[in-house]
Nanobody, 116 residues
Framework: QVQLVESGGGLVQPGGSLRLSCAASGNIFSINTMGWYRQAPGKQRELVATITTSDSANYADAVKGRFTIARGNVKNTVYLHMKSLNPDDTAEYYC??????????WGQGTQVTVSS
C-alpha cells in the first residue's frame, strides 16, 4: 500500500503561480510513476503531468510550458510547479502513484482556484 498526502492548493489570481506538493509513504519502493491529475466540477478527472523514477516527464497539452513536475530530493516526494494560471486551471488536484504492478494510489486532493 502507498499513502499520498497533497498540500499547496489555494486561491490565486489569473497569471499567478502555485506549487503543489505530494508526499508518499508506505511501500514507496514499489512506486514506478508519480503524477498529478485534476478534476473540475462536472468534468472527468484528467491527467496533468507524470514523472517516472528515471525522471521522464509527460504533460497534458493544456499545461505544457506552464507547469513543471519534479521529484524531490527525498525519493517519496513530487512537486507540481504551476505558473501563468488561468481560470481553466481551477480544479481539485490529485496526486497519483502507480506501482510496478500497475496499481494506482490516490491522495485526498487539494483545491486550486484561479479567480480575481
Amino acid at each position: 500500500q502507498v499513502q499520498l498526502v497533497e498540500s499547496g492548493g489555494g486561491l490565486v489570481q489569473p497569471g499567478g503561480s502555485l506549487r503543489l506538493s505530494c508526499a508518499a509513504s508506505g511501500n514507496i519502493f514499489s512506486i514506478n510513476t508519480m503524477g498529478w491529475y485534476r478534476q473540475a466540477p462536472g468534468k472527468q478527472r484528467e491527467l496533468v503531468a507524470t514523472i517516472t523514477t528515471s525522471d521522464s516527464a509527460n504533460y497534458a497539452d493544456a499545461v505544457k510550458g506552464r507547469f513543471t513536475i519534479a521529484r524531490g530530493n527525498v525519493k517519496n516526494t513530487v512537486y507540481l510547479h504551476m505558473k501563468s494560471l488561468n481560470p481553466d486551471d481551477t480544479a481539485e488536484y490529485y496526486c497519483n502513484a502507480r506501482n510496478i504492478w500497475s496499481v494506482d494510489f490516490w491522495g485526498q486532493g487539494t483545491q486550486v482556484t484561479v479567480s480575481s
